[in-house]
């Protein structure tokens, strides 16, 4: 996975290298490119899925469910980087009716969030979900360039989540 991370166009040869194996180590559990996408989707979805258990999201008040995950998801940032940027297309193997079940911990955030009055009114599931990954992936970007280490990334998501990017009293009015 790391291999990959680093060099999506890699061929085979250069992903065995990077890993520390031999060509036909790698080529003897995975045929090809869509093999290996394929057990990188496993190893995302079971590396996912683990991370949500952990983050125990039905556990304490929504804000402190969501600042659980956000910590939780920020170490799975390569492997998601890799997923959600692979070419899907031409390598096949995405699974989305699984991916929606492994995600469902994050759907029931939103809603106990919407129920327990802290999730704002005109948010919806999907744009709740998009800017928690878009600000994940925010997050990511920031460590992996060195504009930030990896807690004040976290501190950077969990506080764009809970406040966006207003400071406290900025004038909120309509401007015409």
């Not at 998601?80 to 955030?109: C, K, Q, Y």
């Not at 360039?145 to 950077?156: H, M, P, S």
Request: charged residues 30%; negative net charge.
């Amino acid at each position: 996975m790391a291999a990959w991370t680093a060099d999506r166009t890699a061929p085979m040869s250069e992903i065995a290298r990077l890993a520390g194996v031999g060509r036909s180590t790698l080529h003897r559990y995975y045929a090809d490119r869509p093999a290996l996408l394929r057990a990188l989707d496993e190893e995302a979805f079971a590396l996912t899925a683990r991370a949500f258990a952990e983050a125990e999201p039905e556990r304490g008040t929504p804000v402190e469910a969501l600042r659980r995950l956000v910590r939780a998801m920020f170490d799975l940032g390569p492997v998601m980087n890799l997923l959600f940027t692979e070419n899907r297309d031409e390598e096949g193997g995405w699974d989305d009716s699984r991916w929606e079940r492994i995600h469902a911990p994050v759907g029931a955030l939103f809603l106990r969030g919407r129920r327990e009055g802290v999730i704002a009114p005109g948010v919806d599931a999907d744009w709740f979900v998009r800017c928690l990954w878009y600000l994940l992936s925010a997050g990511w970007e920031a460590v992996r360039e060195g504009t930030a280490a990896k807690q004040r990334a976290v501190d950077l998501v969990i506080g764009t989540l809970e406040h966006g990017l207003l400071a406290p009293g900025a004038d909120r009015g309509e401007r015409g």
